[in-house]
């Protein structure tokens, strides 16, 4: 693997990152948006190198946690930092496909799922040439109904389902969500700075959740008017920053 390293996410929880598997402020933020408090089963779907879990488990160290992750390379530098850091008992890594997961998890079972999924259709925009960065960018092995399904299946009852996507896939995401019974019940626009339109949002949907009443929170900015880090990045981002 090439450029294979450690970096840190504070309190001394530790990933191993490649050139090609690694994670960006998108993955901080949704893993951030997603806290599983007073969750007890969680599975984060496309987990690629598992950032998401492994902050999970930062902030809530009596959960279990599964990775579902299609690339071999990946799920095997996911194993090594759930050795690392001696996560055997609360993360389990399956290598498989979402969309094929029956028989392979417990449907109805979990009370969270998240998703960092592909944000570009098949179709639009220069597919990377590396198979490894075209699937974490295009929707070539799965698309946002695939997510949702599989999200749906593996949730029970009342169990919230997070995303992140660009914005001008907003109703994309939201349709998708009802179509498979996930309700969106909270919503966040992330800006890079105030003179900047919305780069990202952050979704909530709730399995069986009765339609309407979508919580839309206030903007997360990332930047202050100086370009650096606002006061609520620092608090999201500060403690990987600082690696303490």
């Excluded at 598992?50 to 279990?64: A, C, F, H, Q, Y």
């Excluded at 998890?105 to 597919?127: E, I, M, S, V």
């Excluded at 009852?157 to 914005?167: E, I, S, T």
């Amino acid at each position: 693997m090439k450029n294979l390293h450690l970096e840190p996410l504070g309190s001394g929880m530790e990933i191993f990152v490649t050139d090609s598997y690694h994670f960006s402020t998108d993955t901080i933020l949704l893993a951030d948006f997603s806290k599983p408090k007073g969750a007890k089963r969680c599975v984060d779907l496309g987990s690629g190198c598992g950032t998401i879990p492994l902050l999970w488990l930062k902030g809530e160290p009596d959960i279990s946690v599964c990775a579902v992750e299609i690339q071999q390379n990946a799920c095997e530098l996911l194993q090594k930092s759930v050795e690392r850091n001696h996560l055997e008992e609360k993360l389990t890594v399956l290598c498989a496909d979402l969309k094929e997961l029956k028989g392979k998890l417990p449907f109805g079972a979990f009370d969270l799922a998240a998703c960092n999924p592909p944000y570009k259709p098949c179709g639009t925009g220069l597919r990377n040439p590396e198979e490894k960065l075209s699937t974490a960018r295009h929707e070539t092995d799965c698309t946002l109904d695939d997510v949702c399904e599989a999200a749906s299946n593996l949730l029970q009852f009342g169990g919230k389902f997070c995303l992140c996507q660009r914005p001008e896939r907003l109703a994309d995401a939201m349709e998708s969500m009802r179509r498979f019974d996930l309700e969106p019940k909270r919503l966040r626009m992330v800006q890079q700075r105030k003179s900047k339109a919305p780069k990202l949002f952050l979704i909530e949907g709730r399995r069986g959740g009765k339609r309407g009443f979508l919580d839309v929170l206030p903007t997360l900015f990332i930047e202050d008017e100086n370009g650096n880090f606002s006061e609520e990045m620092m608090t999201i981002y500060g403690d990987y920053k600082s690696a303490e």
